[in-house]
Every structure is written in C-alpha cells, then in structure tokens.
C-alpha cells in the first residue's frame, strides 16, 4: 500500500516569511513518482513539479524549492519569500511507477497575510 | 497551450437525478483520469483510460460509469444521484501513465439537491 502524509493541516504566515510544507510518503515500489500541486481559492490543481525515485536532485524554481530524501522518505517544498497569492491549499502526491492514479496527500491550507 | 477542458463548470441536479460531465484532453494525450474531491478532502482517484480502454479503478460506485471515445475525450455518467455525490470532480489526461506528470482540468463542481 502507498500513503501520503502532509501532517501540518494549516500554515499562516506573514508576507516575506519562509514556509516550508512537509510531505512524507510510503511506498514498496522501487520506482515510484512524486509531485506537488497547488490548488487556489479558485479550484483548480495546478502542477508544480514531478520528481521520480531515481532523482534525488533538489530543485529551485523562482522563489519555490524541494527537498527530496529517500531516506526519510520525505519531499518537502518551500516557498520563499512568501507572497499573498500563494496563499491555497498544496497536495502532495505519489503515484507507484506501473500504476495510472496518483494518492494525493490531505493537503496543507497556506494562508499568508499582507 | 491547450489545457485539460472540462465542462460544465458548474451543475446542480436533484437527488436521484443523472449527471454527465465531460472532458477533452490536451491534444495527443491518450489517457484520461477522473478524480472526486469532496469538501475539504483531497482528490480520490476515481477511474482512468488509456487508449479508450479502462486503465485502472478506484473508488467509483457502481452507480457511476464512464467511457473515453475514440477522439479521447472521456464521459463521466452518474445515477441516482445522491447528496454525498456533490463535490468537485476533475479530469486529467496525460501522455501513457504519465511518468512526466499530467494535467488537470479546472473541475466541474457537481451540486446534488
């Protein structure tokens, strides 16, 4: 079985601050595949970044980044700088190397304020 | 660049009603998914295509049932409606399993009364 925890359910900063979202995974696949989205107030699932087991490349992306570890079995994304319109809800999510569906994580509600 | 569509955006049915929702694709994306979030909850994969052949199942009642045709696009139907079904469905579509990533659509936000 594969699972997805992001235990923080809610994050509110001020703008500017740093946040960084936690995001630990379970799985037995030796190949297996990991991405994030964010979801706005709007509702739509915004694709933010893909990373498979093979590549535990930490990436940078403007002012979001990530932080892969196998050996924690963790991948948690920061934002930086933090702006008012980051504020959304952001799922983690693992999807097993054969499989077609993702397992989404509970989601972490970020709220930053002006 | 041409994103997942879906449509209807929104919908309001009575309880017991049937529903359809529908989605296209990104163009040259053979597999389509559908996903069910409910309030606050995170998406629950329902049911996918590749090919216009059912790829995997989740969680979808018996009530429900869908389909891909042969130009991709994808067809979710759904039954005596209940008020546990409103929530936000979303389709994705990628490109075979979608080992770089796929793409989802805005949602239709499903409504039961």
């Known amino acids: 079985a594969q699972k997805v925890t992001q235990a923080q359910t809610e994050i509110s900063v001020v703008e500017k601050e740093d946040v960084t979202l936690d995001c630990v995974y379970e799985t037995r696949d030796t190949t297996y595949y990991l991405f994030w989205y964010k979801q706005p107030p709007s509702g739509e699932l915004v694709f933010l970044i893909r990373r498979n087991s093979f590549d535990e490349q930490n990436e940078i992306s403007g002012r979001y980044s990530w932080n892969f570890q196998k050996s924690t079995s963790s991948f948690n994304f920061t934002i930086t700088a933090s702006q008012v319109v980051d504020s959304a809800v952001y799922f983690c999510?693992?999807?097993?190397?054969?499989?077609?569906?993702?397992?989404f994580g509970a989601g972490t509600t970020v709220t930053v304020r002006a | 660049a041409a994103g997942v569509i879906q449509s209807p955006r929104h919908l309001i049915k009575e309880k017991r009603e049937t529903a359809t929702l529908k989605c296209y694709p990104i163009?040259?994306?053979?597999?389509v998914y559908w996903y069910q979030q409910g309030p606050g909850q995170d998406p629950q994969f329902l049911i996918s295509?590749?090919?216009?052949?059912?790829?995997d199942k989740g969680s979808i009642p018996d009530r429900f049932s869908a389909q891909q045709f042969s130009d991709y696009h994808s067809e979710l139907n759904m039954s005596s409606l209940e008020l546990g079904d409103s929530a936000l469905y979303f389709c994705?579509?990628?490109?075979?399993?979608?080992?770089?990533?796929?793409?989802f659509g805005s949602g239709t936000r499903l409504t039961v009364v």
């Open positions: 999510a693992l999807r097993r190397g054969n499989d077609y569906k993702l397992s």
């Open positions: 163009p040259r994306h053979d597999t």
């Open positions: 994705a579509s990628s490109s075979g399993t979608g080992n770089y990533g796929y793409t």
């Open positions: 295509f590749y090919e216009k052949m059912q790829s």
